[in-house]
């Protein structure tokens, strides 16, 4: 598969322009939390733990959106669905936990911005935002129109990126003052997301025909890709190409099939592992609250 792709040129497989940004970002992350995080109104420099989280969740940002994986995803839904549980699933929890707190208490704070946020990441108004945003994108029709533009893939796929952040605030939100839900409401809250995002994998999943043409339409897979493939590059190969099964092994049915199957599987090992954290957390929190142990060295009262 790898050498069929090369026919797609060096810009498509391999996004020269986003990785150019993610390096300014990242830049931009080290001068202002670092150096110059003063400046800033930042009272401390980020732990080696946040640069790290923060730096990984750049890597694969670029390895989802700006690889070869982006490519793909326009080729097969399975490799779709891998892209975006990473990228909405998986991604805000790194960039959540790699920004220092006083960057977050600025965004809590900020006039507009902060009353936004502030009111977004209400728990139920949260889950609703983020699992409604994306039953709604996995309709076919919508699924299919942000496969028609760059403006209108690029602009779902970033309301669906801010979605993300808004639903796992909730649950990670580093500023003890807007951390309001106990551990006990966090577990209730994970699981309540899990039920909700289990209709739209359950469409593709038991779908009988294929549901987006961008995966078994000459036609729409050829705009799809266009979406990643210069128009030069693709004008100069396109009567070469007959579809996805070109490049895919899987027939359009099990790929559907797949996606649904391993966006489900990667969302409940995300969710399990937040899950986990949040126990051990409350675990050993409510041990620090245990008296200790009488000391054997105690005095004894004597009679």
């Given at each position: 598969?790898?050498?069929?792709?090369?026919i797609f040129g060096f810009r498509a497989l391999w996004s020269p322009y986003l990785m150019l940004f993610l390096i300014i970002l990242a830049l931009i992350y080290y001068f202002v939390t670092g150096p110059y995080?003063?400046?800033f109104g930042g009272d401390t420099k980020p732990t080696t733990s946040q640069q790290f989280s923060f730096y990984l969740g750049l890597v694969l940002i670029y390895i989802t959106k700006g690889s070869p994986i982006d490519l793909l995803s326009h080729i097969m839904l399975l490799t779709h669905m891998i892209q975006m549980a990473v990228f909405i699933i998986f991604v805000p929890i790194l960039i959540i936990k790699g920004l220092p707190t006083w960057i977050w208490k600025k965004v809590y704070e900020a006039n507009i911005i902060?009353?936004?946020?502030r009111f977004l990441t209400r728990p139920i108004i949260s889950m609703l935002f983020f699992n409604g945003l994306f039953s709604i994108y996995h309709i076919p029709i919508v699924f299919n129109?942000?496969?028609?533009?760059p403006v209108a893939h690029t602009l779902i796929h970033l309301i669906l990126f801010f979605a993300a952040f808004i639903m796992w605030l909730p649950l990670l939100n580093p500023v003890k003052k807007y951390d309001h839900l106990k551990p006990l409401l966090k577990i209730g809250y994970i699981f309540a997301n899990s039920v909700l995002i289990t209709p739209a994998c359950a469409l593709i999943i038991f779908?009988?025909?294929?549901?987006y043409a961008a995966y078994s339409s000459e036609g729409a897979w050829l705009t799809a890709l266009s979406l990643c493939v210069p128009t030069d590059v693709l004008n100069g190969i396109s009567s070469s190409l007959s579809g996805p099964e070109m490049?895919?092994?899987l027939s359009t049915m099990i790929d559907q099939q797949?996606?649904?199957i391993i966006m489900k599987v990667i969302q409940e090992i995300v969710y399990g592992s937040v899950l986990v954290s949040i126990l051990l957390n409350w675990f050993k929190s409510e041990g620090t609250k245990i008296d200790p142990l009488p000391s054997n060295n105690s005095s004894i009262e004597t009679h």
């Open positions: 598969m790898w050498l069929e792709l090369q995080h003063e400046r902060g009353n936004i946020i129109f942000s496969k028609s533009t779908a009988s025909s294929p549901l490049f895919s092994p797949f996606g649904g």
